[in-house]
């Protein structure tokens, strides 16, 4: 089989671990040809993306901790990792190129005092660089052949929108498949660097962030992968947070609309774009534990036969948010008022979680971030209090609760189920959102319901059985 197997930040986070997966990938690779995918080493994009903070603040002192953090982190896993004392010191030589460039960067970024999108990219691009060589020697160490390689190297090309940039895909299928293939007929590992690609002018960019998961899937179809496995310290998609349900369980398949709905709620958080370009291929994707490794973990594909059987696969649920009820006389039959409300929300920049407006149209319920409130309500205040809204109740505190399955389509009764069960347990549920595709039915509760409501809905659906 042909595989990209991509590990995420907190499998190459300790020298025991980077070994771990260097063993597995050599042994996956005697019987598959195998492309690599790696994110930074835990909490290294954390610090890149802390000392552009710093830069702006003009504090340059931090900028230099924060960098020698992130130097000796690498320096002394590459220390531990490495066995053979001469692939120790090609490595350390080979990092000790990018810890020069890096202050290099630094340096240039604190003299002009600003950070642009550009620079920025160029900053936070730096982790996969670093952990790629880790992974790319840890596997020389135990005498396979294999590269380190950015995705600019490899062949991502982008647009230019730094941040959040997309591939261009047609030139970058030709790059990829050139490089991938010239280095699989030598027997060579390519150990690609997540989250980043470079655009037409050669300027690095970035896909936001989680967006190894993306890179993985972007190469993955360009070179007509047979699988793509997400590998990190959980060992797949469960049935619900495993802290709340402890007879939660590894779901076996899902389909990839499913996963999209699970990978926003669930531990496993999925790049939103990932499943992007595995729709036209319909490649598998398995979603599974770096060291686990004998569990098969979730098999995402195109439709998954099981997905029928079950009405419900999921429940989950993200805490600390807030709602805001939005009320005003002059709303009914006017036509534009959302238009309105979500353009000033999005000119502050925050993100939408939930909405719903009743036919009478007298109030649209939106819940936010817990984080993200204070900014949210004071804009609706500034800008359109005494206008076309006349009032806003805000509630702290409140918990999304979604439950997610495709069988859930046409399948009557589901919510006087989900609701019967709710009842019984005499929780309050203040929004209740479902979208027409039936995929997801969310509602939202007190945080401190949270595990109520998720753990009877768990036993409602007889989730532990889904299997
Ligand atoms: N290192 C990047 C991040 O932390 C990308 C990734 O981990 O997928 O967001
Ligand atoms: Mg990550």
Redesign the pocket.
Known sequence: MRLVVKH??TSISTAKNIQAIAKHISSLSKKHELVVVC??VNE???DLLEISESIKKENKSKAEQLASKIINRHKQLAKKTIEKSTVRKKLLAALDQDFTELIALIDGMVLLGEVTPRSMDYL?SF??RLSIKLVSFALNDQSKKAVPLSGKEVGIVTDSNFGESKPLIDTTRLRVIKTVDGLLAKKTIPVVG??AGGDQHGHMT????????Y?ATIIGSCIKADEIWLMSDVDGLMTADPKIVKNAKVLKEVSYVEAIEMALFGAKQI?PRTFEPLLSKKIPMRIRSSFNVNNEGTLVTVSSSSSVKNTVKCVSNVKNNGLIDIQGGSMVGTPGTAAEIFTTLAKFGINVMMISQNPSESSITIVVKKTDLDKAVSALEMELLGKIIKKLEVTTDVSIIALIGSGMRGTVGVASKVFGAIEKNKVNVSMITQGSSELNLAFVVKNSDTALAVRALHNTFALDKIN
């Open positions: 995420g930040g994110s930074a290294t994009t954390d936070i982790g996969e997540g989250f970035t896909f936001g962030r989680g967006g190894s998961d890179s790049h």
